[in-house]
């Protein structure tokens, strides 16, 4: 049974925080996930510091919680990052196998993403809209084998070259159990998902043919499908395929209704592009958080610019996510210049 939720207030988007290490005190990160009122809590942080600049919150969780749920043990190491302390190796490593037969219960065993989205939007009365959101198959398979991140990928792109139909078969799988997820998501709650291709740029063009965009489309295939099954009204989905810009072409006709983009497109050169078939969102470089104001100032009037102008057409966003260290006055500086140079 759906939950009621208090009518939506503000349609716009956006994101960030950072007194996210009070909130999580002596909780490791996945602790964090797994608790619906620490992840709660964390979500609705940039929301209330940046009161009236964010326009969407984003679900506090990893995209890794689907490789749990699979049965692979995932543990985020302090100033290292996630880490699989057992890989997949091979297609004859028995654990494989074991991965490709395992009957998923998504419900149950992300049951606690659901409670958080439940909570969030109860907590969040309306302010303003909630993300959801998922690993894409490629990225996610790069995990599983490379064991953590990576700058060579030599195992995903061993995987990829060496063992193509069994990689191809972990994908589809993949693709499956993203599916119901973020159909779960929207049913406790989610008013928007997105689907994150974090190493799309580690595949080339062909590659990325046969390797992520397949699974991609499946997943905006079929989303709306499994939402209708479960009772639910169809959400706006949007695809981030980080580094792919020689895929734009493709991603915009991938059934999804916004893309992503990271700071390696020109917007005025993105815009051709799409041609109106979806909104654009994006694409400032975090870098420039670094920066001063006069710097961010400067990239936002050429992100504003090539857009187009005004707030129709694409969502104001960084090209990827915040980096650490980042000043919160330069982020709220940030935010503060495109409501400027947006307001007529």
């Known amino acids: 049974m759906t939950a009621d939720f208090e009518p939506l207030q503000n349609d716009l988007l956006l994101r960030a925080a950072k007194e996210y290490h ?40 990893d995209i890794l919680v689907i490789p749990q749920a699979m049965g692979m043990t995932v543990e985020m190491v302090d100033k290292k990052g996630p880490h699989f ?25 992300l049951d606690y993403v659901y409670k958080a989205i439940t909570l969030t939007r109860q907590k969040l009365k309306g302010r303003v809209p909630l993300f959801g959101f998922c690993g894409a198959p490629w990225t996610l398979l790069s995990y599983m084998v490379e064991g953590g991140g990576s700058k060579l990928f030599i195992q995903a792109k061993t995987w990829i070259y060496r063992y193509p139909k069994e990689s191809k078969a972990l994908l589809q799988k993949i693709a499956e159990l993203c599916v119901e997820y973020l159909a779960l998501q929207v049913k406790a709650g989610a008013q928007i998902v997105q689907v994150f291709d974090s190493w799309a740029a580690e595949l080339s063009p062909s590659a990325f043919q046969q390797f992520s965009l397949p699974y991609l489309r499946y997943i905006s295939a079929n989303l709306p499908k499994r939402l209708a099954d479960l009772g639910q009204e169809r959400v706006p989905m949007v695809v981030f395929a980080k580094g792919a810009w020689y895929a734009l072409d493709d991603l915009c006709a991938s059934g999804y209704n916004v893309v992503g983009l990271d700071w390696l497109h020109k917007p005025v050169d993105a815009m051709g592009i799409a041609k109106g078939r979806v909104t654009l969102q994006g694409n400032a470089d975090p870098g420039v958080l670094y920066g001063g104001k006069e710097a961010i100032t400067a990239v936002v009037e050429e992100m504003v610019k090539g857009f187009g102008g005004g707030k129709q057409g694409w969502i104001a966003n960084l090209g990827h996510g915040i980096t650490p260290f980042v000043d919160p006055d330069n982020l709220r500086f940030y935010f503060e210049e495109i409501h400027r140079l947006t307001s007529d």
Do not use: W
Request: proline share 8%.
């Open 22 to 61: 009070e909130a999580k005190g002596n909780h490791d990160f996945f602790e964090c996930c797994r608790s619906p009122e620490i992840a709660s809590t964390l979500t609705l942080q940039p929301i209330d510091r940046y009161h009236g600049l964010v326009d969407a919150a984003i679900i506090f969780s």
């Open 85 to 109: 302390p057992n890989p997949l190796k091979s297609p004859t490593d028995g654990q494989y196998e074991e991965v490709m037969k395992r009957d998923v219960d998504v419900k149950a065993e």
